[in-house]
């Protein structure tokens, strides 16, 4: 629990950030020459739309930064098999965050649908929600493409990751209207320990990150509120100590077969659309299937989904929210936030009012010794395809080289900031011992060898 001193800390670091370059202006991954990639359905070939992924400027003032982003992110997106026509588009969006985010001592500022939160390659996060209801003047769904409009009897809102499971593509996002978002923790479903959808199989494509129960989950965005949202993993203690465990969720299901007002707990629908049919209402199809239980242990995070803690970027302290997972790594609600525990404004702005700095990232400057990067090279040995993924959150351009064992440069690919992988094809290539060379802009690398054996 909470020591004196620690509260203390926690007030200095609270109150620092305007004498001082804060997380919340260095953390963006900053790019303006990379373009995006996108699958159509039926191809797994990846096409380029021209569009610059992550964010291209991030200014700040004394108490704001500003974040100018496309919303394109750096790794492949779709394709989306529920019948969404739109890709991912340029949002040219302007983001506003304060650099000394107040708590909100009051009611606290429920979410609502569309952005409430960005993470640091510019995506949006969006809420638990996609729209649908239970109407129980006509015991049907309601809202959403396909639904009759709602008559306002909504008392049981759908849950949007169990009911669009078909329609996210291999990173757990979509897009609406063209803005892409994730309404869970962005890392890739193949890498989930229990994988729940097939869709990388085919459009193969990475998350923001890779979640390492080993150690602390990475800053992956900024809540509308301003406060700061981490991967699933952290301190077990709030004060840092305890070493690394899962964050958990406090929500958990509630132990009914009936719905006041609403279908029973496995009911069966028919719907229509791409993927219309029968379709069971279980337990946990409705936000309000799940109830907040106060716990004790610190590990757990509270009604927002966060908590005040120390975390690598906020040595003295911060409330923080976490994109909360299961034990087998698969999305746990209420997923990142549930209401704002700061006070809240939308952080969608349409310009900068007020002088500021330009902030340059120094990222690619600094060094990094490679050698103690989480880097996996496989399968190895390899048959018809090698697999290159860095296991932390990459936050620079990486290059890579596969040679063979003279030193003849076969091909060269690249891991960009904002994406963990890249994949060598090697089904042209004789059997025998290759390289992987890893390297970046300040000269280091790394050298990896692979056998092909067919």
Not at 292 to 307: A, C, K, Q, T
Request: hydrophobic share 30%; glycine share 8%.
């Amino acid at each position: 629990m909470f020591t004196k001193n620690f509260i203390f800390l926690l007030f200095i670091s609270l109150t620092s950030n305007l004498f001082s370059q804060s997380p919340a202006i260095t953390s963006w991954l900053q790019n303006t020459t990379l373009t995006g990639t996108y699958y159509n359905s039926g191809s797994s070939t990846a096409i380029g739309n021209g569009e610059l992924v992550n964010c291209q400027k991030v200014e700040y003032s004394n108490d704001y930064v500003y974040v100018t982003a496309t919303g394109i992110p750096s790794f492949t997106t779709g394709p989306f098999l529920d019948g969404n026509p739109s890709q991912a588009q340029n949002q040219n969006a302007i983001y506003k965050f304060p650099l000394n985010p107040q708590p909100n001592t009051g009611v606290p500022t429920n979410t609502t649908m569309g952005t409430i939160g960005v993470f640091i390659n510019g995506t949006s996060l969006f809420n638990y929600a996609d729209g649908v209801a239970w109407d129980n003047n006509t015991n049907a769904l309601c809202g959403g493409p396909g639904n009759s409009p709602c008559t306002g009897n909504t008392e049981w809102n759908r849950d949007a990751i169990p009911a669009e499971m078909a329609g996210f593509d291999c990173s757990k996002g979509h897009p609406a209207n063209g803005n892409y978002h994730h309404h869970q923790n962005p890392s890739a479903f193949k890498l989930d320990l229990n994988v729940v959808s097939t869709i990388c199989n085919l459009y193969d494509a990475d998350g923001l990150y890779l979640i390492d129960s080993t150690q602390h989950s990475p800053l992956i965005g900024y809540a509308y509120d301003g406060y700061p949202i981490y991967g699933a993993y952290g301190y077990k203690n709030s004060d840092g100590s305890g070493g690394i465990a899962r964050i958990k969720s406090s929500y958990q299901l509630k132990n009914i077969t009936t719905r006041p007002n609403g279908p029973d707990v496995d009911h069966v629908i028919t719907t229509t659309g791409p993927n219309g049919g029968q379709q069971t209402l279980f337990l946990g199809y409705f936000k309000e299937d799940y109830e907040y239980i106060v716990s004790n242990d610190e590990d757990y995070l509270d009604e927002h989904n966060g908590r005040i803690c120390v975390t690598p970027e906020y040595p003295n302290g911060t409330y923080a929210y976490f994109a909360t997972v299961d034990e087998n790594w698969n999305s746990a609600y209420p997923y990142a936030v549930n209401t704002f525990y700061g006070v809240y404004s939308n952080a969608l702005v349409n310009s900068v009012s007020e002088p500021t700095t330009i902030y340059t990232s120094t990222v690619s400057n600094e060094l990094i010794d490679i050698n103690k990067l989480n880097i996996n090279v496989f399968p190895n040995p390899s048959t018809d395809l090698i697999a290159i993924q860095i296991g932390q959150l990459s936050k620079i351009n990486y290059n890579i080289e596969l040679t063979n064992s003279d030193g003849k440069l076969i091909e060269k690919k690249q891991i960009n900031a904002g994406s963990t992988i890249a994949y060598f094809n090697t089904e042209t290539l004789y059997n025998g011992i290759y390289l992987i060379k890893i390297s970046h802009l300040n000269g280091e690398s790394v050298i990896k060898k692979v056998v092909i054996n067919r």
